[in-house]
């Protein structure tokens, strides 16, 4: 069973010392903010289509049946192109290394990140892990087999006629 408010323990590593935990920035968010663990002398120039792996300087110890979600900040994507590459970045309970955020800029300017800079967000989600079982025969279902695009593409659009 799910705790309410699960805790998560936080290992800074020496360069993470000094920067703030993961940080909830308004009373309803899902995410709470991950920074930068770079040298205070160091920045990182993200260039357009560039990606760069970025340190947070931290470990984290997941409750069993959580996983971390690292997902993009919405301000850094709209404003400069700049999202998480694996979004939904996935860390397991069982992970004991560095959290890493792997960036890529989509947009057409450099970005530049200094140790600091929030770079994404975490989500705390519970898992449901499935129990996969072979089967010789599925049920029908309208759609079928229809994959990509298949429900149609006029909403993509904006023309619903």
Avoid: K, W
């Amino acid at each position: 069973m799910h705790e309410v408010t699960p805790r998560v323990a936080v290992r800074l590593l020496p360069h993470g010392r000094g920067l703030p935990l993961p940080a909830y920035h308004s009373a309803g968010a899902a995410g709470a903010d991950l920074c930068a663990a770079l040298a205070p002398d160091e920045r990182i120039i993200l260039e357009p289509g560039a990606r760069h792996l970025i340190p947070t300087g931290m470990v984290l110890e997941l409750p069993e049946g959580y996983e971390g979600q690292v997902r993009p900040r919405s301000g850094i994507a709209l404003h400069r192109g700049v999202t998480v590459l694996n979004a939904p970045g996935t860390i397991d309970s069982d992970y004991r290394g560095e959290v890493s955020v792997l960036l890529i800029n989509c947009g057409s300017e450099p970005f530049e990140l200094v140790r600091g800079v929030r770079i994404a967000q975490l989500v705390v989600a519970p898992v449901t892990r499935a129990v996969f079982v072979e089967t010789a025969e599925l049920t029908e279902t309208e759609r079928g087999a229809g994959g990509y695009g298949s429900t149609g593409l006029t909403t993509l659009r904006g023309d619903d006629a």
